[in-house]
């Protein structure tokens, strides 16, 4: 058990709509990144936040967005969703701001759109 | 632009013998790698890392090498067992903020 928690496990919903999946870091972690794995593809780093402030961006779409809570949690919205975007987007946590350290990543939430 | 590269999709190593994963990277600005694990329905989890200030970290059964000139790193598992099977992702960041990950390669030990 990493300490990250992500929900819901499992999401099925139809194009065009929109979702919003959660994440709870580690206690203490005040970094969360939003990574998504497509099939056969590595980690895409999507965005960091570091105490609810954004520090890093990735590959994330337009129709994607994220924010971090003053109680460190973080959501990440997508929405008009595309077959494209069914995925497992994996949330992870570390201590500090930069990224020297490991992650600590949940068990992912899997995405799919039909 | 992937600038994290693992070649090799899958791997397929005896139980005992030595598993070797590769991973190369492009982008000269990476200072610390590190390679994840992962099993199925679990997220990934850390295994080891090294900066670029070494070629060598060592950790258990698991070695790490890297060859800056080369940009080209590599893990080895020795002895290679059962519960080693899993993907492993390299991945790399340049000293502050995202790591990029390799797509992975899935290592398969058999008996």
């Known amino acids: 058990d990493s300490g990250v928690t992500q929900t819901p496990k499992h999401l099925i919903t139809a194009t065009g709509q929109r979702v919003t999946l959660r994440c709870s870091p580690r206690s203490g972690d005040l970094s969360v990144y939003w990574y998504q794995q497509s099939l056969d593809q590595g980690l895409q780093f999507l965005i960091q936040y570091y105490n609810g402030e954004e520090r890093a961006k990735g590959n994330i779409l337009e129709r994607f967005s994220a924010q971090q809570f003053p109680d460190l949690h973080s959501e990440l919205n997508l929405s008009s969703l595309e077959l494209g975007d069914s995925a497992l987007y994996f949330c992870?946590?570390?201590?500090?701001?930069?990224?020297?350290?490991?992650?600590?990543f949940g068990e992912g939430s899997r995405l799919t759109v039909l | 632009d992937q600038q994290v590269k693992q070649n090799s999709p899958s791997l397929s190593v005896q139980e005992g013998r030595i598993s070797i994963l590769n991973c190369d990277y492009t982008?000269?600005?990476?200072?610390?790698f590190l390679w994840y694990k992962k099993y199925p329905a679990e997220g990934p989890t850390f295994l080891i890392s090294?900066?670029?200030?070494?070629d060598k970290n060592e950790d258990g059964r698991f070695t790490v090498f890297l060859n800056k000139s080369a940009k080209h790193l590599s893990l080895h598992i020795v002895p290679s067992q059962p519960g080693d099977s899993a993907v492993y992702f390299c991945a790399a960041s340049p000293g502050a903020q995202k790591l990029v990950f390799g797509q992975g390669t899935r290592l398969t030990i058999n008996p």
């Open positions: 090294i900066s670029s200030i070494k």
């Open positions: 992870a946590s570390s201590a500090g701001g930069g990224n020297t350290g490991e992650l600590f």
């Open positions: 982008n000269s600005m990476f200072d610390y």
